[in-house]
């Protein structure tokens, strides 16, 4: 019969805190990814969803860049690009309708919406492309698009 290998108990003890600082290093990792996702979603509200979504549409906030599919929130200051043959369909809280076509940039600059009194701000800035607008229940006063002619 084997005898079982016997590690000195000093041995035991380095290899049980090696494999707890492990242990805890992934936690305080995984911890801290949460909070900067949590600090960075505080940071750019979200202020409508995309409702359609065709082909290639993609959304940057600050220099992060993903792949917008349908019932995807859109946020403020968000960068909206759509590419070759694509588009999106994007409604605001105050039922605005933006439809963006082929091949353009906007940016969703400001939204800021009181849904007691159907009063506040949208701007966006349309930088290139095809765009298609439709208000919601603000005044149209509330309203403001931004294009590099105009």
């Given at each position: ?54 082909r290639d549409v993609q959304g940057r906030l600050e ?88």
């Open positions: 019969m084997k005898q079982a290998k016997q590690v000195p108990i000093e041995q035991k003890s380095l290899y049980a805190i090696g494999r707890g600082a492990r242990t805890l290093a992934l936690c305080l990792g995984m911890l801290a990814f949460i909070c900067l996702n949590i600090i960075a979603a505080q940071a750019a509200p979200v202020i409508g969803s995309a409702t359609t979504v065709v220099q992060d860049w993903r792949v917008v599919v349908i019932d995807d929130s859109v946020h403020q200051d968000e960068l909206i690009r759509t590419g070759t043959g694509s588009a999106t369909r994007l409604i605001f809280a105050d039922r605005t309708d933006f439809m963006i076509g082929s091949d353009s940039e906007v940016v969703l600059d400001k939204f800021i919406y009181d849904s007691t009194s159907n009063s506040g701000q949208l701007i966006l800035r349309a930088t290139k492309g095809l765009m298609k607008f439709r208000t919601g229940s603000m005044s149209s006063r509330s309203y403001r698009i931004e294009t590099p002619v105009a």
